[in-house]
């Protein structure tokens, strides 16, 4: 599902400077949870990562490659400490 996920996403976060990281299914109690981790040469800002959901989420509704309902989870990944010089 990872690959698919990768593949179906494919470019389409480049103008953003973006790329996918890592995805993960899991469940958490009642709820499953799809995760998708994005990366980049950079800190990515929260505005950055709602953009990338807004392209990501509505191209998972039209492949409909979980049968399950879900929760879309996608985050930035984490780049360490931030130290301001």
Do not use: C, H
């Amino acid at each position: 599902m990872k690959e698919q996920i990768k593949e179906l996403i494919g470019d389409k976060l480049t103008k953003l400077d973006l790329w996918i990281d890592d995805v993960v299914l899991e469940k958490e109690g009642d709820n499953t949870f799809l995760r998708i981790s994005l990366d980049a040469d950079y800190i990515i800002p929260l505005q950055k990562v709602v953009m990338a959901t807004r392209i990501i989420n509505p191209l998972l509704d039209k492949a409909d490659l979980i049968s399950e309902e879900y929760i879309l989870d996608v985050y930035a990944k984490e780049k360490g400490d931030v130290i301001n010089e």
